[in-house]
């Protein structure tokens, strides 16, 4: 087990870095921050030239891989690092140095065992297409012919992340025991949530595994390509995939120059994602312009399947309505669901938190997503689950990440996108699908049928307020952590080296 020591050490390393790059600068400047809070930032940045503009995603990239992949969550919670830092971190998209392309022929030979690389591939490029913080990619030709893209998990990075993710969980469970408003944010289920995303990702089976299935529930999307897996080579560390022929979607120029149709593509990936989310329950969650292409015929594809998110259908049923309630501006209801689903205590007011929905729906319904004041809207939510108590929603975190890459994707294809006009029919038709009245007595039988089976247990639980399905699940079990009891200044001192090293704290424990 690595000593508190340790992680102070690394915290404080990492805490120089960010201060470099100007990503203290917050902490330091927040009038409510702790002198003694405010003397270590200006020590940490003794000697340093620091940028007026603080540049977040610089900063986690110089730390390294698993910075990396902490500052992609980290950009799914404007609640704990701020707006300003949470759009900075969207910048992070995986963009290193590569690997020696002997380092990783000799990870795909281990990987493949007995079989020989000249048995799979006829040839391989040794210019990666695309480094990662996991992995890097390289295009090649099969024995019988056909091109593929080859992903390798880059050497040493399992234990880099074991490390890394270490001291994150002991960071996370200092500053929650400290109470307020950072437990109400559950910090350690952020980082647990990030370490279950890490480990997934460090197993390429399950990535091939999670495009398989997506492609199986987008059939019914035909714009929307999946890659096909070549599981004859494919392993845990070696992943091949049909290569795909089309242009990013971030090359906005060479779309244009192919004659591509772009408030077109815009409204075919709102689709795309709202069928995914809401339809399937199972999404794509990194859908980032590097890892969506435009093909010749005008469809859209998408590589990349390591991270992605899954829903019940109580959940997205939920969600849908939501999502309609705000576009039709049925806040009531919107309301009543946030209860029902058990994100808002029961203790709280249905009709004011109605009233306080409509105070942020309103001024964005209509309204083309380039006149929306993102930062009013956000700073208007989070006042919101701050004033009802609602707590950190882990199994929407990739949800609410996903939702703002698309966002972002779609406005740079047509900046006069209206995302509740594209999604409204869908979702309409959808909630009418699901909630008609076929539906609803076929629901009605399997519940009924569910209830007599657990009844006993419904009945010795029935005082615990037996949570329904789909809304807010138990947190998961979190492995215990020693946690250092200090007062004074002293308590200050270890509250910035924690705010430092994970950027958890900030305006929240010093709000």
């Known amino acids: 087990m690595t000593a508190p020591a340790v992680h102070l050490l690394r915290l404080l390393r990492w805490g120089r870095i960010l201060a470099r790059h100007g990503a203290l600068r917050g902490i330091e400047r927040n009038p409510t921050t702790p002198a003694a809070v405010r003397r270590l930032c200006r020590i940490a940045r003794l000697g340093a030239r620091v940028p007026e503009a603080p540049a977040y995603a610089d900063a986690f990239q110089a730390i390294g891989p698993a910075a990396i ?21 969207l910048r992070l998209q995986d963009a290193l140095p590569p690997v ?3 380092e990783i022929r000799a990870v795909m030979q281990a990987s493949f065992g007995t079989k020989s690389m000249e048995s799979l591939f006829a040839s ?20 019988d012919g056909r091109k593929v893209a080859v992903k390798v998990i880059r050497p040493g990075v399992e234990e880099e992340f074991t490390r890394a993710i270490e001291t994150y969980e002991w960071a996370a469970a200092q500053a929650e025991q400290m109470g307020g408003e950072i437990a109400r944010l559950r910090p350690r289920l952020v980082i647990d949530t990030f370490k279950r995303w890490t480990l997934r990702e460090l197993d390429l089976r399950r990535e091939a595994a999670s495009a398989s299935e997506l492609a199986q529930g987008m059939q019914a999307e035909p714009d929307f390509v999946v890659p096909t897996i070549d599981w004859q080579r494919t392993t845990g560390r070696v992943l091949t995939l049909e290569w795909i022929d089309g242009i990013k979607l971030s090359n906005r120029e060479g779309l244009v120059a192919a004659g591509h149709d772009l408030p077109a593509l815009s409204q075919r990936l709102v689709r795309a994602f709202l069928r995914q989310a809401i339809a399937e329950g199972f999404f794509h969650a990194d859908m ?20 992605m998110g899954r829903i019940d259908r109580r959940a997205r049923v939920w969600l849908a309505e939501i999502l309609y309630g705000l576009i039709t501006g049925n806040y009531r209801r919107v309301a009543e669901i946030h ?7 029961p203790h709280h007011n249905v009709e004011e938190f109605a009233t306080a929905l409509r105070a942020v729906g309103e001024p964005i ?3 083309p997503v380039k006149d929306m004041s993102v930062g009013t809207m956000l700073d208007s939510l989070f006042n919101i689950t701050r004033d009802f108590d609602m707590q950190t929603q882990p199994h929407l975190l990739l949800l609410q990440k996903t939702m703002v890459m698309v966002e972002g994707v779609a406005t740079s294809l047509d900046p006069d996108v209206n995302l509740w006009e594209t999604g409204g029919p869908f979702i309409g038709e959808w909630i ?3 909630l008609g009245p076929e539906a609803a007595v076929a629901d009605r039988l399997i519940e009924d049928l569910r209830t007599f089976a657990r009844l006993p247990q419904l009945i010795r639980n029935i005082e615990r307020h037996y949570p329904s399905p789909g809304g807010a699940p138990p947190a998961p079990p979190l492995r215990e952590i020693e946690i250092i009891r200090v007062g004074g200044g002293w308590r200050y001192l270890l509250v910035a080296a924690l705010s430092a090293g994970v950027a958890i704290a900030g305006t929240l424990v010093l709000a």
């Open 124 to 143: 391989i490029d040794p210019d990666p297409i695309g480094a990662a913080s996991i992995a890097q990619v390289h295009s090649a030709i099969t024995t």
């Open 288 to 307: 980032h312009q590097g890892n969506l292409f435009a093909l010749p015929d005008g469809r859209i594809a998408a590589i990349d399947f390591g991270i």
């Open 100 to 102: 020696d392309f002997a």
């Open 365 to 367: 319904r209509g309204v």
């Open 69 to 89: 992949k902490l500052g992609q969550t980290l950009a799914t919670r404007p609640d704990l690092v701020g707006e300003e830092a949470a759009l900075d971190l």
């Open 339 to 345: 209860f029902e689903a058990g994100y808002v205590p």
């Open 432 to 434: 009418r699908t699901e």
